[in-house]
């Protein structure tokens, strides 16, 4: 069955994942990849009568080529004009970037966050930041 990951609380090594508008528990150990389970991920997991899921796996986790889904000009002209408020980053799924960025251009000046947004959109642009947060490459 195919679901997306509601919850996951990395201290009880539990989560919730949310399929048809059911929620399924899951632990760690029915947890097949070998990165944690963030919020967010798409799987393919094995409900049971008792609401548990067995064998979670990411879904494109057995694909050799991983489809990309952001655009890189779309991220490097973000980060050009909006870059003191990282909206690049946000549009590339790197919030806590984000944030630091935000906090850095109203605690520090504009000015700075400008110059890291430009300095990342040349990244971006340049073909040196290729890939989202969840590793998928840009367009």
């Known amino acids: 069955m195919i679901g997306h990951i509601e919850?996951?609380?990395?201290?009880?090594?539990t989560g919730?994942?949310?399929?048809?508008d059911k929620v399924y528990e899951f632990h760690l150990d029915d947890w097949n990849p070998k990165t944690s389970p963030k919020t967010g991920?798409?799987?393919?997991f094995m409900p049971e009568d008792d609401g548990r899921a067995t064998s979670v796996d990411l879904i494109g986790n057995y694909l050799n080529h991983i489809q990309p889904v952001?655009?890189?000009?779309?991220?490097?002209?973000?980060?050009?004009?909006?870059?003191?408020?990282?909206?690049?980053?946000?549009y590339l799924g790197f919030y806590p970037i984000a944030i630091a960025q935000i906090a850095l251009s109203v605690i520090v000046g504009f000015q700075y966050g400008f110059m890291w947004g430009a300095v990342e959109g040349g990244l971006i642009l340049g073909g040196l930041i290729i890939k989202d947060a969840k590793g998928r490459p840009l367009k």
């Open 41 to 44: 991920d798409d799987v393919d």
């Open 16 to 20: 919730a994942i949310k399929s048809d």
């Open 70 to 90: 952001k655009n890189r000009y779309v991220a490097g002209f973000l980060a050009i004009i909006f870059g003191f408020i990282g909206l690049h980053r946000i």
């Open 7 to 13: 919850s996951y609380d990395e201290e009880r090594q």
